[in-house]
């Protein structure tokens, strides 16, 4: 290692401090050991020994692990306002389904598939952006998005009521986008 810490020495540190530091990290994240792991690979990058390597670890991994609650919290927040946020609301149209069941719908979508229709949906996003975050062209985020959708409308069994108070069934009745 370019820094003089061979891997004994680490393995040392890890075996002599991991299970507090787990303890101390199980305060504020569900991920302790993803902490511990982080703080020892910082560890390992570091220039010189800190003096104290004990104290050294407990506040990296602190730090590491108010980090991880602060990022799950937002984003199971985000993940409920989203799915509460924006109801795609067409005409003549009444989703039939509650938020519980679009996210388990939207869960069983491919991964590329849910990422365009989140993006597109919630996050307003122009295919051109969508293709950008998934690596593709606008053309594919937009065929992504429309099979998602087409996946989304099959899964949710949309009910649409007409003008006349009718409801139907739809698979072509009811646009959502």
């Given at each position: 290692m370019a820094n003089g810490f061979d891997a004994a020495w680490i393995a040392s540190v890890f075996d002599e401090h991991a299970a507090a530091l787990e303890l101390f990290a199980a305060q504020w994240t569900d991920l302790p050991e993803d902490c511990v792991q982080e703080a020892m690979l910082e560890l390992s990058r570091q220039p010189v020994r800190p003096d104290h390597v004990a104290g050294w670890l407990f506040h990296v991994v602190r730090l590491r692990a108010i980090s991880s609650h602060r990022s799950a919290s937002r984003r199971r927040c985000h993940e409920a306002l989203a799915g509460r946020l924006r109801q795609v609301s067409v005409e003549g149209c009444e989703p039939r389904f509650?938020?519980?069941?679009?996210?388990?719908?939207?869960?069983?979508?491919?991964?590329?598939?849910?990422?365009?229709?989140?993006?597109?949906?919630?996050?307003?996003?122009?295919?051109?952006?969508?293709?950008?975050?998934?690596?593709?062209?606008?053309?594919?985020?937009?065929?992504?998005?429309?099979?998602?959708?087409?996946?989304?409308r099959t899964k949710l069994e949309t009910i649409c009521v007409t003008k006349n108070n009718r409801t139907k069934t739809s698979q072509g009745n009811c646009p959502t986008s």
């Open positions: 509650d938020a519980d069941e679009l996210a388990i719908a939207l869960d069983s979508l491919d991964d590329d598939s849910r990422q365009a229709v989140i993006a597109r949906t919630w996050g307003e996003l122009e295919f051109v952006e969508i293709g950008e975050l998934l690596g593709v062209s606008a053309s594919t985020a937009f065929r992504r998005y429309e099979a998602g959708l087409a996946a989304l």
